[in-house]
Each structure stands twice: as structure tokens, then as C-alpha cells.
């Protein structure tokens, strides 16, 4: 009996949520009774895997094996189903990421295992199978029950502690069969964003609206963000514009975050902008306008111009850093 | 070639959620096209338009009661050919994907088949995936952009970090975020006019299993009052967030 984690690298280092996953995993696999076994596909030397051990997995299955270069869904899931019956799955944790939400709906089917999609905290039962969730796109929470025998989880980033176990973990090499004709999707070409941040994994995000009145007004928010090692972010009227990427695009049709801080600068706090951001441990608002509904999903308010607001800010944490 | 979107009917974004005997309370809300599905069936829509594409159908696929009639005539009004409602109270993620399934799998022409990525109610992120692994077909998810040349599809998907385009085959299923289609389509008053003539056929459900249920819902609890700082000493924040909320 296991619960298995599927943990994932960038450059032969793990990212922190595989460590919060693998964190989030052993507490579980404790409760249950149960052993941890990570999955890591992708070449990552001995030392950054046994980081895994460290936060609680019991065993390692390692791939590398040209066909999961890229992510084809099919071949994803088989592997990932092959291994959950090798060793008697009760819980599988992915991460609730790109990745996570292509393959665990898959994975749902092939085991006949119910899904929980964004957890954010352990189960808050066992028997029955009970983990809280949002729902409404955080204008409310449920406890969803799991029904099946063996249950799927996707973990929300930022959302579990990491908790040190320090055991040794065993390390296995996993080599599935896999043949050229089941690959159904070929990658043609990348565009990687280098040296930036990647959103959804940031602890602080600088995020700016309509407010900031023009696509030539962001260098002081990009400039505070540097300094925080912040990623940035905007609303949607902000991408719809091309004053910024899609990417950066946060709420209910955006991209949804739980960062440890998130400022908002001219920004009126939509519900729907509020869906993608209400999760995060600290919001401070910037707005002129003093009954902008930001405010009161705020922690912290400066009513004000961001144009004036932002340079301030930058010198406070100029001064704090020196 | 046929393009099936499958379209959920959710509450209007705005919409102020209450609970009332451990449901959702239902009384005064506005019903909507799901946000993403909506973007998908704008898409599907340009695809059918453009004379470059062998798109020649758009139909739209909904599991729901009578009650959701209203949101699938808007589907037709925005310009979907024909829509499909399987008579069945959606349960969860994955009863819905089966039987989205087990109407499609009978579908024997070329065809693609869109779904959002998550539906803005129970935020399950899970019934496009779902519905392809029951059909045993390719999938993509995270797709923010489609075109069609042929029996091929060229697509890009969001990764961790960037995007990446690929190249597949239909069938597949399509699972579609944000920048899919620019901007929702609204319904024309000649596309108004024309929705109600165009068939909806009703199909009656198989019998189906729910492997989830939700129940114990609350609303957020209120949050601290939000702490006003003048805007004279604006540095005063960095130093709360960093000795006060200790986030820095
Ligand atoms: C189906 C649907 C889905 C949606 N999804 C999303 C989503 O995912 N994300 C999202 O963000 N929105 C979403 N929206 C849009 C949302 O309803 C709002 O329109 C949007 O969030 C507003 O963006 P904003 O706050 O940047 O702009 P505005 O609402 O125009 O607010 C600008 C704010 O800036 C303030 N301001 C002006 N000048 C300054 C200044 N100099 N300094 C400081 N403050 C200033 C103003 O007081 C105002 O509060 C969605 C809408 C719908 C219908």
C-alpha cells in the first residue's frame, strides 16, 4: 500500500512544491499507515533526489527515458498508472499545475479513483474520505468526498508546509515500455520565459490594473518586483489591452495564486479578479480610490496614487535592504 | 469536420453565493455559459468561418436539466449549428465526462471536442481530461491558441514557464484556457431570432455513478478589517509587512 507523489525538475533541480508535495504526501501516507514513493521523471543526480528523502519519501522511482521529454497526456498516464499498481496506490498527489491538471482527470478514469482538484489542506478525514476545498471560485468552500477504493489529490502551490523527515530513501530505476506509435502529440517549438519567475511559484507578486493608466507606467511595479524577487501580474483588463502578457493575466479566468504576499496596485478588486487572488497569505492595496472593494479584501491599504505610492515603496525597500 | 463543445451552465460570475439545506441556494441567480466554454465556442465558431478550415459544424453538448435550456439557447444564438442536451442533474466531474462519453464515442466522422478547463462552480479542472481518457483519445490541455490544416491540429499549451506549440492529430480533445479566442461572442438579434429554430435534440441518460459528492459548504470567513496606511508615510508599509505580517 502507497501513497505516491509525482514530483517534477527544472534543470536537474527540483521545484519547492514537489518538496511541499512530498511533504504533503508523507503526512498523509503517515495517517494511513502507508509508505511515500515519489515518482521523478527526468535526469536529476543522486544528491538532488535524495532532497526527497528529506521531506519523508520512502522510495524513489526514477525515469528517463527519451518518450517523456515532452508531455504526451497518454503516456504520462500509463506510466504513471503502471506504477500506482505495481505497488498497491491509495493515494496519488500531483501538483496542481499545468502538468497536474492534464494528467490527475486521466489518471482519474484509468484507476477509478476519485478526483479532488486545488486541495489546500490534508484530508479532514480518512474513513470517509474528506478534503476541503474551494468551490465558486473561492466564494465558498465544500468538503468533497472521495467514494472509490484508491483517491487522487491535486495540491495547490504555496499551500502545505514543508516538514523535514529526514529518512534515507530507497532509489529505483523505473524503465516502462514505450513505443514510438503511442506518442499522439509532437512539440514543434518552445518559448520558454528565461530568467523570470514563473508566476504561479512565486511568494510575492507586484501586480498592476487599469489603474496604472498605460503600458509605459509599469517600470516602477517591475522595478519594486525585482527587488522583492517578486513575480509580476496584472488584472484582465491589463492583458486584454497588450499592456501585458496573457500570462500575467490573475482571477477567475486567469491564473489563480496563493502567494505569501500580493500588492495590487490600481486595481478595484472585481470578484472575478478576486477569485485568483484571495488565497494569498497578505494583500496590500493601492488604489485612489478609497471605496475601491479591494480594500476590503486587503490586509493592508494605502489610498493613493500608484504612480507616487510605487517610487516610495522602492526606496523603503532599497532602505530595508542596506 | 464537426467541433462538439461542451458547454456547463454555471451561476454569473457575479453572483453573490449562498448555501441554503447544504446546497447551493439557486434562488435569484443567473445562469451563464461556463467562462471557458464560452471562449471555446468562440473559437469554434471563427474555425467554422474561415473558409481555409474543414470546420462545417459547430454542435454543443450540455449535461443539465430543462433549467439549462436558457444557456444552451444562447450557445445557438452566439452561432452553434445544433445542441445536444443529455437530460441528467450533473452530479461531479466524473459522471458528467461519461456521459459526455458515452454520447460522443457513438460519433463516427472527423471531430474535435472542446472543453473548458475548469467550470466556475465546483472548480473541478477535470471534466475535459475525464471525457478523454473514457474515449481513449489524445489530449491537451492548457490550450490557448487552435488552428486546423487538414486532419491536424496545431495548438499551444501553457507549460510552467512558457508555451509550447504542438502538433496532433483528430480526433482529440481540446482543453481550453484563456487567449483561445479573444473575446466572448454576444449573441446578434438575428442570431437570437434564429436559436430558436435550431434543433436541441434531448437524449435521456444512461444510468450513472458519482464517485464524489460535496457536501459541509460555508462561506469565507470574514476577513480583518484592512489597515489603512497614510499615504504621506508610505514606507511605513515595508516595515509592517516585514516585522508585522512578516512576509518579507
Ligand atoms: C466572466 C468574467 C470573467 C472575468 N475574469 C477576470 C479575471 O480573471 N481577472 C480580472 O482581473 N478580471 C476579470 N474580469 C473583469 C472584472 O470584472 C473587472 O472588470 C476587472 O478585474 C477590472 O480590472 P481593474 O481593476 O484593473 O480595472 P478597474 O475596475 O477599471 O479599476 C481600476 C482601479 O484603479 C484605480 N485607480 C485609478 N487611477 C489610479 C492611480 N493613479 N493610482 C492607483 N489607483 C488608481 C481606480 O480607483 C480603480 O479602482 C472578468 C469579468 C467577467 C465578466
Redesign the pocket.
Known amino acids: 500500500m502507497a501513497v505516491i507523489v509525482f514530483t517534477e525538475s527544472w534543470d536537474g533541480k527540483f521545484k519547492k512544491s514537489s518538496f511541499e508535495l512530498v511533504s504533503y504526501a508523507k503526512a498523509m501516507a503517515d495517517s494511513v499507515g502507508s509508505k511515500t514513493i515519489a515518482i521523478s521523471i527526468a535526469s536529476v543526480d543522486q544528491d538532488e533526489l535524495k532532497k526527497l528523502g528529506l521531506y519523508g519519501a520512502d522510495k524513489i522511482l526514477t525515469v528517463s527515458n527519451e518518450a517523456f521529454k515532452t508531455l504526451d497526456n497518454q503516456v504520462y498516464t500509463k506510466l504513471i498508472a503502471e506504477i500506482a499498481e505495481k505497488e498497491d496506490v491509495r493515494i496519488l498527489v500531483l501538483p496542481h499545475n499545468n502538468t497536474g491538471k492534464a494528467l490527475a482527470p486521466r489518471l482519474s478514469v484509468r484507476l477509478k479513483a476519485g478526483l479532488v482538484s486545488a486541495a489546500v489542506k490534508l484530508p479532514s478525514s480518512y474513513d470517509p474520505f474528506k478534503v476541503y476545498k474551494k468551490v465558486f471560485s473561492g466564494k465558498g468552500f465544500a468538503h468533497q468526498v472521495v467514494n472509490t477504493e484508491k483517491k487522487i489529490l491535486t495540491l495547490s502551490n504555496n499551500s502545505f508546509e514543508l516538514i523535514e523527515s529526514n529518512t534515507i530513501p530507497e532509489i529505483e530505476e523505473y524503465s516502462p515500455e514505450v513505443s514510438a506509435t503511442e506518442i499522439s502529440t509532437t512539440v514543434v517549438d518552445i518559448q520558454k520565459q528565461t530568467g523570470k519567475l514563473i508566476l504561479t511559484d512565486a511568494e510575492i507578486v507586484v501586480s498592476g ?3 496604472m ?1 498605460s503600458s509605459d507606467n509599469w517600470g516602477p511595479l517591475e522595478e519594486l518586483a525585482e527587488l522583492l524577487g517578486a513575480a509580476t501580474a496584472c ?4 492583458s486584454d489591452e497588450g499592456w501585458r502578457p496573457h500570462s500575467e ?6 491564473k489563480i495564486i496563493a502567494p505569501n504576499l500580493y500588492i495590487a ?9 478576486l ?2 487572488v484571495s488565497s494569498s497569505k497578505c494583500i496590500v492595496a ?4 478609497k471605496d ?1 472593494p ?1 480594500f476590503e479584501a486587503a490586509d493592508y491599504g494605502i489610498v ?4 507616487k505610492v510605487l517610487p516610495e515603496l522602492i526606496e523603503a525597500v532599497k532602505e530595508m535592504k542596506a | 469536420m464537426k467541433i462538439f463543445v461542451c458547454l456547463a451552465n454555471v451561476p454569473d ?2 453572483t453573490k453565493i449562498k448555501f441554503a439545506d447544504q446546497k447551493f441556494d439557486e434562488t435569484g441567480v443567473q445562469w451563464v455559459i461556463n ?1 471557458w466554454d464560452e471562449l471555446a465556442l468562440t473559437r469554434a465558431m471563427e474555425l467554422k468561418e474561415d473558409a481555409g478550415t474543414p470546420v462545417n459544424e459547430v454542435t454543443v453538448v450540455t449535461i443539465g436539466t430543462i433549467s439549462s435550456e436558457p444557456t444552451i439557447r444562447k450557445a445557438l444564438a452566439i452561432g452553434a449549428d445544433n445542441a445536444v442536451r443529455i437530460d441528467a442533474e450533473p452530479k461531479d466531474s466524473y459522471s458528467v465526462a461519461w456521459l459526455l462519453s458515452e454520447y460522443l464515442k457513438n460519433y463516427e466522422g472527423d471531430h474535435l471536442v472542446l472543453t473548458g478547463i475548469e467550470s466556475s462552480d465546483y472548480n473541478g479542472f477535470a471534466v475535459g481530461g475525464m471525457l478523454s481518457e473514457f474515449l481513449g483519445v489524445p489530449s491537451v490541455s492548457g490550450v490557448s491558441a487552435l488552428d486546423i490544416e487538414g486532419d491536424h491540429a496545431k495548438v499551444s499549451r501553457e507549460i510552467d514557464g512558457g508555451l509550447e506549440q504542438v502538433a496532433i492529430k483528430t480526433p482529440f480533445v481540446a482543453i481550453v484556457q484563456k487567449g483561445i479566442a479573444k473575446e466572448p461572442r454576444i449573441p446578434a438579434m438575428r442570431g437570437i431570432m434564429m436559436a430558436r429554430k435550431k434543433p436541441l435534440e434531448v437524449v435521456s441518460p444512461l444510468s450513472f455513478d458519482n464517485v464524489t459528492d460535496m457536501l459541509d459548504f460555508e462561506l469565507p470567513k470574514a476577513k480583518p478589517q484592512c489597515k489603512m496606511i497614510n499615504p504621506e508615510n508610505a514606507k511605513e508599509l515595508i516595515g509592517l509587512l516585514q516585522n508585522e505580517a512578516k512576509v518579507l
Do not use: E, F, L, Y
Open positions: 490594473g487599469r489603474g493608466k488584472s484582465r483588463p491589463v493575466h490573475t482571477g477567475q479566468t486567469g496596485a490600481g486595481i478595484s478588486g472585481a470578484i472575478q479578479h477569485a485568483g493601492i488604489n485612489t480610490d475601491a479591494i493613493g496614487d500608484a504612480a | 460570475t457575479t467562462p
